[in-house]
């Protein structure tokens, strides 16, 4: 008997493509696209996007740095102050609507209402709070240092050939004077959190498509050839602000994200989707893929991640040319060390600050607020 599903591939059934194969051989990517290894590929979003940075520095890839440190700055100030950590110092970009807002105040569409906070004996930027490893002197250092970040976004956003944007996040905080999104909540790393000020909001599955929808239409305004590939951070939240348990908000949180993903790699022709999501919590994975805290990627699982991506992404060896990398790329800029304290496993993370000014609060005594 002839039916619809007769004629289908292997990977189309669950017996064949999830239960047979052995965790590390499953691969849910069908298709792939060859990246030139001289096409500049610039990267953002949660810590997760990070490990995809320093594969592509080590791999062959182009990777776009264009906000690079001064030539007289030393190696390990240049990693405590994270640069070449990120495309740009832009720290964690975890919900969409932070990227769209970058996009926005870097090309001049948004000036945010607060944009110093203060944080004990300096001033930090709200939008990249723990950017530089000590608060700066003065809110006029911090619009300095903010101008030159910006110039240096405008730059990727014009420059790359490929954006890899892996998404994070859908709860945020954000201000009622205007809807500036922060990375973070105030008071947690600067500034002092105000009910009058401040509001804690969790991007609906419609509003993180729109906002996806609205940056990679923008990115196309200012760079048409420009191509994205998306991800969803398989990294569950460490907390959670709704009156739920943190495993629900989690679920919630990836399935809106990947929704979104979903719905622009159907909208846009330059749109393509890296499903280490999928890999990663997959049942088939039995847990091997995380630390014992359940929650980090441990180096076997991003290792696996990694291998797919090379497959999926690198022209074979034989065809593909050495990168040339850009001059500012010129020096090379050691990883953050693991004693600095906003990196996990020397993957820098603004979300883990959360949990360790709460548990120094408990531990000092001090009554956690709500």
């Not at 001033?123 to 910006?150: A, G, K, M, T, W």
């Amino acid at each position: 008997m002839s039916h619809p599903y007769a004629s289908l591939p292997d990977s189309a059934f669950w017996s064949r493509a999830v239960s047979a194969p052995a965790p590390g051989g499953i691969d849910p990517m069908l298709k792939s696209v060859a990246v030139d290894p001289r096409a500049p590929v610039g990267t953002l979003g949660s810590c997760f996007a990070q490990h995809i940075a320093r594969f592509m520095k080590r791999s062959g890839f182009n990777y776009f740095v264009t906000e690079t440190p001064p030539a007289d700055l030393a190696e390990d100030e240049a990693s405590s102050r994270n640069y070449g950590v990120f495309s740009a110092r832009y720290g964690n970009v975890y919900t969409v609507r932070q990227a769209v807002q970058l996009f926005d105040r870097a090309f001049g569409r948004f000036v945010p209402k607060e944009d110093v906070w203060r944080y004990r004996d300096g001033y930090v930027d709200p939008f990249r709070p723990q950017i530089e490893p000590l608060p700066l002197s003065s809110p006029s250092e911090v619009h300095e240092s903010r101008e030159e970040h910006l110039a240096c976004v405008r730059r990727l956003f014009q420059q790359s050939a490929w954006l890899v944007f892996t998404l994070g996040l859908t709860e945020a905080w954000r201000s009622k004077l205007d809807g500036a999104v922060y990375p973070i909540a105030p008071g947690v790393a600067g500034g002092s959190f105000d009910p009058a000020r401040h509001e804690f909001v969790n991007f609906s599955a419609s509003e993180v498509s729109a906002d996806l929808k609205a940056f990679i239409e923008r990115i196309r305004d200012v760079n048409p050839n420009c191509q994205f590939i998306l991800t969803v951070s398989p990294v569950p939240l460490i907390a959670t602000y709704e009156p739920r348990h943190v495993l629900t908000s989690t679920v919630f949180s990836k399935s809106a994200l990947r929704v979104a993903a979903d719905e622009a790699e159907r909208l846009f022709d330059n749109v393509i989707y890296f499903p280490s999501f999928e890999f990663i919590t997959s049942t088939a994975s039995g847990g091997r893929y995380y630390e014992d805290d359940l929650r980090q990627v441990n180096d076997m699982g991003v290792e696996h991640v990694m291998a797919l991506f090379k497959k999926h992404f690198m022209k074979p060896a034989e065809t593909a040319q050495a990168a040339e990398a850009p001059k500012e790329e010129a020096r090379v800029i050691a990883a953050p060390p693991l004693e600095r304290p906003m990196a996990l496993g020397n993957i820098v993370c603004d979300e883990e600050t959360i949990e360790r000014t709460v548990n120094a609060a408990i531990a000092g005594g001090v009554q956690r607020l709500g």
